[in-house]
């Protein structure tokens, strides 16, 4: 790997000569931003609930199988709370914003804080494809339409007593009357709305457009976890067009297909470094 100053050289040459610029934002990205599910900021927040169930991250907490609703949704309403209504637009998100606002650009996200939103990007320029945490929906899917749950989150905060919430804030489906969730995408029953529907048409059309032009996609702490959504068509994309190059920032796995070896940059250091040496 070249030393960093002359990835940074390149990346910038590259972002700089591109027609179309495609950005990918998975969970490292949120992580380098500070929305980070466990350490500190996890122990802060979430001391009783760790007491009571001996929670060790966000991430495996929000499987734990809860007894009753009441304790699901005080856990939910502080989950939610903390990372899409009490943090606002991050450093990160806002500097990526800037270098990337006077381009022809897209973005799509498995990220569900909507920090992009946060951070000025245009709503018909983002695809946040696994859902959103400020809405809630049917838990069967019951019929397409979600609700906005900051108000009620608020509610169920201010009323919660150890790690319940009153049984007449657990929200209930208005057409089957059945139990509600979170709109993210964990199983069969996940809601596409109408607005996912047309980010869903607006990304289609914006990725037929970048068939052998000048294309920069920048790939952001996205892992294997979902590989299927950004990483392995980022590659693909690449491979077939000779005219692309992939930036790729990830900690742990910089480094692209084989056959890609020539167009990807890779970096593995702060995130936050990166992108702020990017707009100088």
Sequence with gaps: MENYQARIKKAKKAIKEAK???????AGLSAAAGITYSGKRFTDNFAPFIEKY????????????FKTQEERWAYWAKHISLNRYEIGATKLYMNLFQLVKNKNYFVISTNVESQFE???????KVFEIQGDYSYLQ?????HDKLY???SLVKKMIDKNVDCKIP???VPKCPVCGGEMDVNLRKNQYFVQDEKWHESDKLYKEFVKNLEGEKVTYIELGVGFNTPGIIRYPFEGATYRNENATLIRLNR???DGFTENENKTI??????????????K
């Design 148 to 150: 906005y749950n900051e």
């Design 118 to 124: 946060k951070a000025e990007f245009p709503s018909d």
């Design 167 to 169: 049984w007449y804030l």
């Design 266 to 279: 890779g970096f593995t250091e702060d995130m936050q470094k990166i992108v702020a040496d990017l707009l």
């Design 20 to 26: 179309y610029v495609l950005l990918g934002g998975g």
């Design 54 to 65: 001996l929670f060790t991250d966000l991430y495996s907490s929000s499987f734990y199988p």
């Design 252 to 254: 742990d796995d910089p």
């Design 138 to 142: 049917c838990e069967k899917g019951c």
